[in-house]
Nanobody, 125 residues
């Protein structure tokens, strides 16, 4: 049985940093494109960042580009999202999605096979 689990969310002050982790049991993340989405209360879910299985392609939404970095640790079957210079508008539930469509110009969730339950990021001003 496949399980995708996010961790690392927390309450942090503006300007601070967090590192989110996405791990999986029952599948090897290195074989799939993986992405991070977020959803704030009252807003639609938006794609934040993704990485393809070979790590040759990454995508960042304009709102996080230059502040967030996605990476893989295939040894530990984990995908990370390093978030620096956090802003209050980054406050949201962050979700890991496995087997998305990850392009250099956009990310598409319609192909997603597996979702995690989310981890809450709250940035105070």
């Amino acid at each position: 049985q496949v399980q995708v689990v996010e961790s690392g969310g927390d309450l942090v002050q503006a300007g601070g940093s967090l590192r989110l982790s996405c791990t999986a049991s029952g599948l090897t993340l290195a074989k799939y494109p993986v992405g991070w989405f977020r959803q704030a209360p009252g807003k639609e879910r938006e794609g934040v960042s993704c990485v393809d299985y070979s790590m040759t392609t990454t995508y960042y939404s304009p709102s996080v580009k230059g502040r967030f970095t996605i990476s893989r640790d295939n040894t530990n079957n984990t995908v990370y999202l390093q978030m620096n210079s956090l802003k209050p508008e980054d406050t949201a539930m962050y979700y890991c999605a496995v087997d998305i469509l990850c392009l250099s110009t956009r990310m598409v969730e319609t192909t997603t096979k597996y979702w995690g339950q989310g981890t809450q990021v709250t940035v105070s001003s």
